[in-house]
């Protein structure tokens, strides 16, 4: 069994690798992706890359949000929606902790509440709140939170859920954060069954008139069997990243992700960062380690978190 600290490192490379790793192949339908075997940091010759100007190995902005958010969680030793806004502000107005330095593959929504918060919205207010803004930007980044967290389940919950508000303020997206962040502590404290215990905890937490028990119960539904289809839906993200992690080791895990095609990079992440998480450092290839560009960004920030873990 891996210990702790290589659980922690699994988390957050895990991560890093698996958005890497699906950057190319995102916006293909299932079909298109190459046999399980062959994907890779660079796809197999004839494949139309997406994002073809990025060098293989790079991270998209699912990593560089998970970044920003362990860095203000380091540096403010607490969950602070406002440090974090303005991390979020200065990678995606600088490029900060994206590798070069460069921004790219930004979601709509995530877009839009960075553009309110720059011109002065409260950043509990950024995140649209409809119907139509569900994506899966705010449960991409969140993981960093269950790696850093001390606290008892009911803070865990209510941070996983703010931080969802600065890009993506509807509640069904905020209750998706909190049930993976669960799964991550379950998974880290070595728990059986995770999933389901971390299920079983967020129905005791939620009270069964809430709105969040509504979200979590009817349009979240938990208990189902994993399955998804690789969307940018933040349901469908969730469930298909569990589907992914039940198909065996770290690798298995991102290439299974990725063969759901569509939203590549976020399925793999989101997926990729629980199975390193649950397998540890050494489940991942050192081939995939070794070639993850911006080694000199995370490497920082994890040593420190190691050292708060």
């Known amino acids: 069994m891996p210990t702790r600290q290589e659980r922690l490192e699994g988390g957050l490379i895990g991560l890093l690798v698996g958005d890497?790793?699906?950057?190319?192949?995102?916006?293909?339908?299932?079909?298109?992706?190459?046999?399980?075997?062959?994907?890779?940091?660079?796809?197999?010759?004839?494949?139309?890359?997406?994002?073809?100007?990025?060098?293989?190995?790079?991270?998209?902005?699912?990593?560089?949000?998970?970044?920003?958010?362990?860095d203000s969680l380091l540096q403010c030793g607490a969950f602070n929606p406002t440090d974090?806004?303005?991390?979020?502000?200065?990678?995606?107005?600088?490029?900060y902790l994206a590798v070069d330095g460069r921004v790219f593959d930004v979601g709509i929504q995530t877009s839009r509440a960075l553009d309110a918060l720059y011109d002065g919205?409260?950043?509990?207010?950024?995140?649209?709140?409809?119907?139509?803004?569900?994506?899966?930007?705010?449960?991409?980044?969140?993981?960093?939170?269950?790696?850093?967290?001390?606290?008892p389940d009911t803070s865990l919950v209510a941070d996983a859920q703010t931080q969802s508000r600065l890009t993506h303020g509807h509640l069904r997206a905020r209750v998706c954060c909190a049930l993976y962040v669960l799964w991550a502590r379950r998974i880290l404290d070595d728990v059986a069954n995770p999933w389901e215990a971390a299920v079983a905890t967020l129905r005791a937490l939620y009270p069964s008139s809430s709105p969040e028990r509504d979200?979590?119960?009817?349009?979240?539904?938990p208990d189902e069997p994993p399955g998804g289809h690789g969307t940018g839906y933040v349901v469908d993200a969730l469930h298909s990243a569990r589907w992914a992690v039940?198909?065996?080791?770290?690798?298995?895990?991102?290439?299974?992700?990725?063969?759901?095609?569509?939203?590549t990079d976020t399925t793999a992440c989101i997926a990729g960062g629980i199975a390193g998480l649950r397998d540890g450092l050494g489940a991942i290839p050192q081939r995939w380690r070794d070639a993850l560009r911006g080694q000199d960004l995370y490497a920082p920030l994890l040593d420190a978190l190691l050292a708060v873990g």
Request: charged share 20%; proline share 9%.
């Open 121 to 151: 919205a409260d950043p509990l207010d950024a995140g649209p709140t409809e119907e139509s803004a569900l994506g899966n930007g705010s449960l991409m980044r969140v993981l960093p939170l269950a790696l850093w967290h001390r606290g």
């Open 84 to 95: 974090f806004g303005q991390r979020l502000l200065r990678w995606y107005r600088q490029g």
């Open 215 to 221: 979200e979590f119960e009817t349009n979240i539904r």
């Open 246 to 263: 039940s198909q065996g080791d770290y690798e298995a895990a991102v290439r299974a992700a990725i063969a759901l095609g569509r939203d």
């Open 20 to 70: 890497a790793l699906g950057v190319p192949y995102e916006f293909h339908e299932p079909e298109q992706i190459p046999p399980l075997a062959q994907i890779d940091y660079t796809p197999p010759a004839g494949f139309s890359r997406a994002h073809s100007s990025t060098p293989p190995g790079t991270w998209s902005d699912d990593g560089a949000q998970a970044l920003c958010l362990l």
